[in-house]
């Protein structure tokens, strides 16, 4: 159990502010009481505890401070006096919003059948590789990623520090909150600059590492709130972050999460004007190729090599003109005629997979309950960041001694082996949302899920798109293109089922046989 210093023996519930009654106060109890009988809410006092991050899989890094801010990193840990009460960090305390009129419950997949939807697949990541990168630019007209970007560099103080804990205004999803039309777009706008090479027929699964966290909490029964778009385009299965504002803000995020990377870590000039960087990787896990958004904190130069810009990371060529290639797009194209423009600017340098980290700040506490990188190796795992950082304080004071720079590598290695039952279930899982994509209506559902309950799939709203139009041609194109080579090479998939102008089904089979022989292994 957390350790607390001072005992709480009454606190106000969290649904009410504490101007408005005292919960001490015999009067007041007795007040409250009359109400209780007199409504049908019954509320219970809450005694919010600090949690490690492990029973917190929705603290997520993926949220942007707002103006000001030079890092997209939410809240982290709490104050030894002030426990951390965000509302992301406890999902119990998550409220999804009201569904739709328009949308009804097409599935309920409880944790029971999980086991049963296992393809047989292997449950491992294998073939990993980084794709692209971008960072967002800050204060610009219109909202504009620099691609490939840089993370920030780690250098750390050599000396003791006393830091001021953060404030400030948090957003839950950087993307959504710099470009609500699309946030998926950015990504892809990445990709069609850097490489040109791979084509959309190479993509089965695009998502990030929130819908891939929640889909893993849901197979390890986790307590995890979330929802998430799901929308099949041509080849491609997209996973959409949802929030209920696209700036939607935590509010009394507490501790050093900031704070203590923007003293230990710099942008280099060639991204001075920049924050969050972004990166997307590629693995192939139980059959599928998965591409993988996420944010980067930072990068180790002992590890980084020789950082040089190369022609393939800064090319202007945007590769072929085949539909099927994604180079073929020109940039900054509006997506609607209702959506801002998406500028993509050119700069920064390529940073090796090998040299990201992750970072998170302790109290002092924590490092005789014995936290350590085992405890977030799950998500590690799913962006496969092999370097890990913990700084422990005292009071916001963080002695160098107490930072430890840890290769996480064989951790998350030896944790995959040892979860390979759940990992199964995930890949299982997978499959039945893509399956299920390709026969409901306009390819497109949303997922659900509360607390610890089961998967729900319900439709979703017409208005709801992955992708903008020009993208949504380009897979389109790409799809019907895939179907027809298939069907040239003797009908490997049975795409008698297609609907809506030659909508392609899941392609997942099409890849399964080119599983490599050998395990790749991220560190």
């Given at each position: 159990?957390a350790?607390?210093?001072?005992?709480?023996?009454?606190?106000?519930?969290a649904?009410?502010r504490?101007?408005e009654r005292?919960?001490?106060?015999?009067?007041d109890?007795?007040?409250?009481r009359?109400k209780?009988?007199?409504?049908?809410?019954?509320?219970?006092?809450?005694i919010?505890?600090?949690?490690?991050?492990?029973?917190?899989?929705?603290?997520?890094?993926?949220?942007?401070?707002g103006?000001g801010?030079?890092?997209?990193?939410?809240g982290?840990?709490?104050?030894?006096?002030r426990?951390d009460?965000?509302?992301?960090?406890?999902?119990?305390?998550v409220e999804?919003?009201?569904l739709?009129?328009?949308?009804?419950?097409?599935?309920?997949?409880p944790?029971s059948d999980a086991?049963?939807?296992?393809?047989?697949k292997?449950?491992?990541?294998?073939?990993?590789?980084?794709?692209?990168?971008y960072?967002?630019?800050?204060?610009?007209?219109?909202?504009?990623i620099?691609?490939?970007?840089?993370?920030?560099?780690?250098?750390?103080t050599r000396?003791?520090q006393?830091?001021?804990?953060?404030?400030?205004?948090?957003?839950?999803?950087?993307?959504g909150?710099?470009?609500s039309?699309y946030p998926v777009?950015?990504?892809l706008?990445?990709?069609?600059?850097?490489?040109?090479?791979?084509?959309?027929?190479?993509?089965q699964?695009?998502g990030?590492?929130?819908?891939?966290?929640?889909l893993?909490?849901?197979?390890r029964?986790?307590?995890?709130?979330?929802r998430?778009?799901v929308?099949?385009?041509?080849?491609?299965?997209?996973?959409?972050?949802k929030?209920?504002?696209?700036r939607?803000?935590?509010?009394?995020v507490?501790?050093?999460?900031?704070?203590f990377?923007?003293a230990?870590?710099i942008?280099?000039?060639?991204?001075?004007?920049?924050?969050?960087?972004?990166?997307?990787?590629?693995?192939?896990?139980?059959?599928?190729?998965?591409?993988?958004?996420?944010?980067s904190?930072g990068?180790?130069p002992?590890?980084?090599?020789?950082?040089a810009?190369?022609d393939?990371?800064t090319?202007?060529?945007?590769?072929?003109?085949?539909?099927?290639r994604?180079?073929a797009?020109?940039?900054?194209?509006?997506?609607?005629?209702?959506?801002r423009?998406?500028v993509?600017?050119?700069?920064?340098?390529?940073v090796?997979?090998?040299?990201?980290f992750?970072?998170?700040?302790r109290?002092?506490?924590?490092?005789?309950?014995h936290?350590s990188?085992?405890d977030?190796l799950?998500?590690?795992?799913?962006?496969?960041?092999?370097n890990?950082?913990i700084?422990?304080?005292?009071?916001?004071?963080f002695?160098p001694n107490?930072v430890h720079?840890?290769?996480?590598?064989?951790?998350?290695h030896?944790?995959?082996?040892?979860h390979?039952?759940?990992l199964?279930?995930?890949?299982?899982v997978?499959?039945?949302?893509?399956d299920?994509a390709?026969t409901?209506?306009d390819?497109?559902f949303e997922?659900?899920?509360?607390?610890?309950?089961?998967?729900?799939?319900?439709s979703?709203?017409?208005?709801f798109?992955a992708?903008?139009?020009?993208?949504?041609?380009?897979?389109?194109s790409?799809?019907?293109?895939f179907?027809?080579?298939?069907?040239?090479?003797g009908?490997?998939?049975?795409?008698?089922d297609?609907?809506?102008?030659?909508?392609p089904?899941?392609?997942?089979?099409?890849?399964?046989?080119?599983e490599g022989?050998?395990?790749?292994?991220?560190f």
């Amino acid at each position: 159990m957390a350790h607390i210093d001072e005992p709480a023996p009454c606190l106000p519930s969290a649904n009410t502010r504490s101007s408005e009654r005292d919960p001490c106060n015999p009067s007041d109890q007795v007040s409250h009481r009359r109400k209780q009988r007199n409504t049908t809410h019954i509320f219970t006092f809450i005694i919010s505890l600090p949690i490690p991050y492990t029973t917190h899989p929705m603290a997520r890094r993926d949220h942007w401070r707002g103006p000001g801010s030079r890092r997209g990193r939410g809240g982290r840990a709490g104050h030894e006096h002030r426990p951390d009460t965000s509302l992301y960090s406890h999902p119990n305390m998550v409220e999804l919003p009201p569904l739709s009129v328009s949308q009804q419950l097409l599935e309920r997949i409880p944790l029971s059948d999980a086991a049963h939807l296992k393809t047989g697949k292997k449950a491992k990541i294998e073939d990993l590789e980084y794709v692209a990168s971008y960072n967002w630019k800050e204060g610009g007209k219109d909202p504009t990623i620099i691609v490939p970007g840089r993370p920030p560099r780690w250098q750390p103080t050599r000396s003791s520090q006393t830091l001021q804990e953060d404030s400030g205004v948090y957003y839950r999803d950087v993307n959504g909150a710099h470009f609500s039309s699309y946030p998926v777009e950015p990504a892809l706008r990445a990709i069609l600059v850097q490489r040109p090479d791979i084509t959309v027929s190479d993509i089965q699964i695009f998502g990030c590492g929130n819908t891939f966290g929640s889909l893993l909490s849901f197979v390890r029964n986790e307590e995890r709130t979330f929802r998430f778009g799901v929308e099949q385009v041509g080849p491609s299965l997209f996973f959409v972050r949802k929030t209920n504002t696209p700036r939607e803000t935590l509010d009394d995020v507490r501790g050093f999460g900031h704070a203590f990377p923007d003293a230990n870590t710099i942008w280099e000039k060639d991204v001075t004007t920049t924050s969050s960087h972004q990166r997307v990787i590629s693995y192939t896990f139980a059959g599928l190729k998965c591409f993988i958004r996420s944010e980067s904190d930072g990068y180790l130069p002992n590890k980084a090599g020789a950082v040089a810009a190369s022609d393939s990371d800064t090319r202007d060529d945007l590769g072929s003109t085949n539909p099927s290639r994604m180079g073929a797009l020109s940039l900054g194209l509006t997506s609607s005629p209702t959506s801002r423009n998406l500028v993509v600017e050119k700069a920064g340098r390529f940073v090796p997979q090998a040299a990201m980290f992750d970072l998170k700040t302790r109290t002092i506490k924590k490092k005789t309950d014995h936290i350590s990188a085992d405890d977030f190796l799950h998500r590690l795992w799913v962006n496969q960041t092999p370097n890990f950082i913990i700084a422990f304080h005292t009071h916001g004071t963080f002695d160098p001694n107490d930072v430890h720079v840890i290769d996480a590598g064989s951790g998350i290695h030896k944790w995959e082996s040892d979860h390979a039952h759940e990992l199964a279930n995930l890949g299982g899982v997978l499959h039945k949302l893509k399956d299920l994509a390709r026969t409901v209506k306009d390819n497109k559902f949303e997922v659900r899920r509360s607390v610890n309950g089961p998967l729900e799939i319900f439709s979703e709203v017409q208005s709801f798109s992955a992708l903008p139009g020009d993208l949504r041609k380009l897979w389109d194109s790409a799809g019907e293109e895939f179907v027809d080579a298939v069907e040239q090479r003797g009908g490997a998939n049975d795409h008698s089922d297609d609907q809506n102008g030659g909508t392609p089904n899941d392609v997942g089979s099409e890849s399964d046989s080119d599983e490599g022989d050998e395990d790749y292994l991220k560190f």
